[in-house]
Structures are given as structure tokens and as C-alpha cells.
């Protein structure tokens, strides 16, 4: 497979570090607010990424951390914490709304049909790994104390800048996010990696340290949590293009001075959901959540279809208008399966056939658009019906659009809708005869004239409008 790299800005053929497990490190949410749609397209994407890396036969270990600590609303440290800013909105504790975040962000990914990874670990169950590490570079001398709090010196490193060629001059941290420079820095792309001096009275998570007592930097999280997790060496490591700086990069520096090796080979950057008016954003508190594209009638899986129609590497504009054409796609393509007759044996060199075109979209660097036009070659390929319905199956174990399921729920609907306009009065009569000796409480002959229709074929279908009856198929 052919991955767009940002660390070599190409697209390169994929090769895992080991032959028996693909190590994949993702990004997780922070869980001071739902998530909005936009975060949860980079997570979508990533897991068609870790289902088609699956698919080829890859053993993939995925590893996602849950920030519940230490992200400050600017992400160079500054600012507040993002978790205590939620509790007090909530009147909660920290730790309430992190489980809070944290299962509503996993029942989004269930709607959406988003993996679990392999391993969840909410930062704050690390904080002995990331003050180890700390330590280390404090030793190798990659690190200083200053105010109180420890920071990583990103003067000591050949390259900084892994991702972009920014000049240093115009990521002017303080200007940049019109806050306050930290005077502590030394550089200034320098970052936190431990706070003892909490700019808030009232920081509710904190932990002992060699340095005294506080919290951990946003950053160290994720290079700990990955680390511990996955070993000294990371195959694919995964988050939305805002990460690409400062978090990335400083994970980067920090991970590869404490290991003193490369550390991660391939990085994966999911680009925004934008609407017209901008990026989408938690911090700007009104947003666009799964429950309230359910709540206007949408269902999640056009939302998933909507993404797959645009390419990873893409900006996407979110509008009404935009969902409302993915969704009358999606139920044109569902429409479409549920037309295909069942017949027929699965012929294995065509299904062998229509996977290879499918594989061919995928390897050029993860393109989920021709993905989706393979599933309509599937349904257009000279086969019989099984053969379609089999590669459409196998398709969608990486695209999960519930194909297959909601193609049954619409024959399975049509049916009942036409047997709901056909007219029999002999079974009429039965149904009268039932409903008339349930009235009785007689029940062993409304069981009976079930039985008896039942053997006509007849299935009878209680409903709060009565009994409803459809013919079972053979
Ligand atoms: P957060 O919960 O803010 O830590 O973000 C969770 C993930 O969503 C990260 O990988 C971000 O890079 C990503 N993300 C944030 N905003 C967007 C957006 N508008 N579109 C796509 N991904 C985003
Ligand atoms: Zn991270």
C-alpha cells in the first residue's frame, strides 16, 4: 500500500518495522465536551486505515490515549486546563467529566461504526511512566528546571521542525495566541513537560514528583502512553493535521531523545471538516455532534459515507446541503444492494477479482472514494447475485457502512409494506378468529390458528395497529 508520509512529505510504499504486529498509535480525544463531527472524521479515517491494514493481512496492535489531563486551551501551554474548564462549566469533578466524555465519545464511535483501538489509557493512569521519562531527559540533559516547572529544551535537538519548514520568527508562541509568553522558556518552541507552578489555584488532578507536586504536560501523554504500550518503535502514528505542530513534533523530540533512536516511521494526518464559515472547534462551544445529526433525522452511517466520499488529505466543507446529497447516495447505493437477488453460487475468481479492484483504490494512499466505486462495480460485475452480495460483504468489513444489514432492513421493510397492501380474505378471517379468541383469553386457539397458518406459510405480526401478516420466504 502506497501512505502519504508527512515526516517525508511523499507518498511511500507501506513496510511495518516487524512481520508479526503492526504497531499504531492514535491520538485520542480530550474529554473535557462531546466530540463534534470534525474530530470524529480524523477518527473515522483512521479506522478505515486500521481495517484495511487488517484486511491485507496486517496484525495490527492499535493504542489510543484519552487526554484527561494537562491539555491547556492553548496548545503552547497556556491557557487553561481544558478538563477543569469543563468541570466548572458542569459543576462535576474533573474526574466525572472525563468518564462522562469519555463514554459518550465511545458511544459516537459505536453509532459510527469506529473500532475500539486494542488499548485505552486515559493519561492519568500513566503518571509514574511519564515522570520516568522525564527524568531520563532530564539526565541525558534534554530537559531544565524553570519556575517550578520542567521543559523540554528543543535547542538541543538538530531538527525541530519535522513536519513544516516553519521559521522559528513566526511561531512567535505568545503573539501567536495573543496570551502571555511563558518568560520561563528558554526557546521559544520549548514546551512543558511537567507543571508544579499550576497557574490555577484550584487544579484538581495532581501528583507527586521528583520536582514537587503537579501534573503532566500534554505532550510527554502520548509518547508514555505509546511507549509503554508499544514498544520502543511505532509503525504508524495517527491524528488530525492540527497535531501535526506542536504536539507531533514535540512528541517526536522528546520520544527520540528519551529512546535515542527514530522512533515512529509513518505519519498519517487527517485534514478538517471546515464549515463555510471556518474550522470547527469544542473551544468555541456551540458544534455539530453525531446526536444532533440523529436528532435531525440523519442516520450516522451517512455522516460515515460522507467522509469516505472525500479523500483523508482534503479539507472537507460541512453543509447541510453537503449531507443531505451523501445521505440520498447512501440510500441509492443501500437501494441498489437491496435489488440484488440472493441467487447462485459465489464464484470465487470473480470475487477474487472485484477485492483486487477494490485493493487497487485503497493502496493509493487510502483513496475511500474509489473504495466506495468498487462496491458499485461489485453490484455492475457480469456474477451471479451471491457473487455481489459476497464482495459487497467483504468490502465493507473496511468501509462499514452496514451494507449488508441495512440493504436487509430495506427489503425486509419493503415486504412488510407490500403485504401490508395484499388482501386475502380467508387469512383475514384467521386473523379475525385469533384476535376474537385472544379477546376470549383462549389462547391455545390463537396459538392454534397461528400454528395453522404458519404451516400455509403465513406469518403473523403483531403490531399496535393490530395483526399484520406477510408471507415467509422460502
Ligand atoms: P481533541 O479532542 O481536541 O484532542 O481532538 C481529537 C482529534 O480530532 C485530534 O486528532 C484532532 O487533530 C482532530 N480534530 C480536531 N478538529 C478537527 C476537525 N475540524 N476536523 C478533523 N479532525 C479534527
Ligand atoms: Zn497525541
Request: hydrophobic share 40%; charged share 30%.
Amino acid at each position: 500500500m502506497y501512505l502519504y508520509n508527512s515526516l517525508s512529505r511523499k507518498k511511500e510504499l507501506f513496510t511495518p518495522n516487524h512481520p508479526d504486529v503492526l504497531k499504531m498509535y492514535t491520538c485520542g480525544p480530550t474529554v473535557y465536551h462531546f466530540a463534534h463531527i470534525g474530530n470524529l472524521r480524523s477518527y473515522i479515517m483512521e479506522d478505515v486505515l486500521e481495517k484495511y491494514l487488517r484486511y491485507c493481512g496486517y496484525n495490527v496492535k492499535r493504542v489510543m490515549n484519552i487526554t484527561d489531563v494537562g491539555h491547556l486551551t492553548s496548545d503552547a501551554d497556556t491557557g487553561e486546563d481544558k478538563m477543569l474548564k469543563g468541570a466548572r462549566r458542569e459543576h462535576k469533578t474533573v474526574l466525572e467529566i472525563a468518564q462522562y466524555y469519555t463514554d459518550a465519545f465511545f458511544a459516537d464511535c459505536d453509532k459510527l461504526n469506529i473500532k475500539r483501538p486494542d488499548v485505552v489509557e486515559p493519561a492519568t493512569h500513566c503518571v509514574d511512566f511519564f515522570i520516568e521519562i522525564i527524568t531520563r531527559l532530564l539526565e541525558k540533559g534534554y530537559a531544565y528546571l524553570a519556575g517550578g516547572n520542567v521543559y523540554f529544551d528543543t535547542s538541543k535537538l538538530e531538527k525541530y521542525y519535522v513536519f513544516n519548514d516553519f521559521n522559528a520568527e513566526d511561531l512567535d508562541v505568545g503573539v501567536r495566541e495573543s496570551v502571555e509568553e511563558d518568560t520561563n522558556k528558554r526557546n521559544k518552541n520549548d514546551f512543558v513537560l511537567w507543571f508544579t507552578k499550576s497557574k490555577f489555584e484550584d487544579q484538581a488532578l495532581k501528583w507527586d514528583s521528583p520536582w514537587g507536586v503537579g501534573y503532566p504536560g500534554w505532550h510527554i501523554e502520548c509518547t508514555g502512553i505509546s511507549i509503554k504500550n508499544l514498544g520502543e518503535d511505532l509503525d504508524i502514528h495517527c491524528g488530525g493535521i492540527d497535531n501535526a505542530f506542536p504536539h507531533h513534533t514535540n512528541e517526536i523530540a522528546q520520544s527520540e531523545s528519551y529512546l535515542g533512536h527514530k522512533w515512529c516511521n509513518y505519519w498519517f494526518h487527517v485534514h478538517h471538516l471546515n464549515t463555510p464559515e471556518g474550522k470547527m472547534s469544542k473551544s468555541k462551544g456551540e458544534f455539530l455532534t453525531v446526536s444532533l445529526l440523529q436528532e435531525k433525522g440523519y442516520d450516522p452511517m451517512a455522516y460515515r459515507f460522507f467522509c469516505l466520499q472525500g479523500h483523508y488529505r482534503k479539507n472537507l466543507v460541512f453543509t447541510w446541503e453537503n449531507l443531505d446529497n451523501a445521505a440520498a447516495a447512501y440510500n441509492k447505493l443501500i437501494e441498489k444492494i437491496a435489488a440484488v437477488d440472493p441467487e447462485g453460487e459465489v464464484d470465487e475468481a470473480v470475487l477474487a477479482e472485484l477485492r483486487a479492484r477494490f485493493c487497487k483504490g485503497m493502496d493509493a494512499d487510502l483513496n475511500t472514494s474509489l473504495g466506495i466505486t468498487s462496491v458499485l462495480d461489485a453490484l455492475k460485475a457480469k456474477a451471479s447475485g451471491a457473487t455481489k452480495l459476497a464482495a459487497v460483504a467483504d468490502i465493507d468489513r473496511v468501509l462499514s457502512l452496514n451494507l449488508i444489514a441495512a440493504a436487509a432492513s430495506k427489503r425486509e421493510a419493503r415486504r412488510l409494506a407490500e403485504a401490508a397492501e395484499e388482501h386475502d380474505p380467508e387469512i383475514e378471517a384467521a386473523l379475525a378468529a385469533r384476535a376474537a379468541a385472544k379477546k376470549a383469553k383462549n389462547f391455545a386457539e390463537a396459538d392454534r390458528i397461528r400454528d395453522e397458518l404458519k404451516a400455509k406459510g403465513i406469518e403473523i405480526i403483531d403490531t399496535p395497529q393490530g395483526a399484520k401478516w406477510k408471507r415467509i420466504e422460502a
